[in-house]
């Protein structure tokens, strides 16, 4: 039978090449063997700090990218525009248990040291459980960082069935090979993120190609002079390896360099190439936003009506129907 697939992409800032090689490339090659839908996961950016005109705006951009990454053969809407992800996400709230939620290792990250933490950051998790199974997905293609949410939602998706019967599909995390975790290209321990890398050391999808150049040359490496793969001891040269091989298509074992400069100029390009397809269809599509509102709108209709007769056995099974 067709798997389906489903994956979110929040829309906190610009999107990155963390996005892009551990969940947008994988997310496009899964239209080819399964019917994927994705989301701009708008009510995700709501857990922080936000400023609602750029909210919007960055909706927008981050639906443009994904089309012009190649999303553009799946059911592709905005969250927010689909009013059964905050229904279900309330169903798993009541699933789910302060305890496992206050574990999750972004909530920790998140809202330490922090005074005014919103009570959606602490929830979030159950509104992402809620996205996957409200499409029965069968997987679900993420980085990483999100491997934990996922396990959370598998959890949850087993409680209810449990409980109240058989209605939600258990998914499966599907991560790329290796580019499951792209770092930081200042500060190679860390994620390259939206909100929690820092921009010297982030790539976002829309850079120009003299800023990627740029970045990439700055790029942290480490002691010794040795070009190895070996994430433990060299973070900076086994990230700029990863990039070189996912972004040429090449295996890392097969990638040899004599000197550090020499691995910077030749990932720099490879990521200039990769991105320069992308930034081309971003600028088409930018020209005509009403055909991005058409796509976006036929999109949330055709996801709301993908979801009733899900919500009326949840409903059902719990008891409010
Ligand atoms: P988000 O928006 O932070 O990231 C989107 C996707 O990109 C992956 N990713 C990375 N992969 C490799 N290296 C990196 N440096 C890197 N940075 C980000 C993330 O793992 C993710 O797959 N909560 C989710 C969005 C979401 C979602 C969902 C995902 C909402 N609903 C349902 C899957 C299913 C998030 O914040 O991802």
Redesign the pocket.
Known sequence: MTKRV?????P?GHL?L??L????MPAVRLQDEADCVY?V?DL?ALTVKHDPERLRARTREAATLLLACGLDRSLLYV?SRVPAHTELAYLLESTAYFGEMRRMIQFKEKSANQEEVRLSLLT?PA??AA??LLHRADL???????RQ??ELTRDLAQRFNRLYGEVFVVPEAVHPQN?????DLTTPES????SD?SAAGTIYLLDPPAEVRRKVMRAVTDSGTEVRYDPEDKPGVSNLLTLLAVCSGRPIGSLGHQTYGALKRETAEAVVETLRPIQERHAELSADPAELERVLEAGAVRASGRTVELMDSARRAIGVL
């Open positions: 489903f994956s979110g992409f929040k906190t990155t963390g996005n090689l551990g969940a947008i989301a996961a995700h969250q979030y509104l992402m996205d996957i679900v293609p993420v980085g990483d960082d999100q949410h996922v580019a499951a975790k792209i770092m994620k390259m993120g939206k890398g």
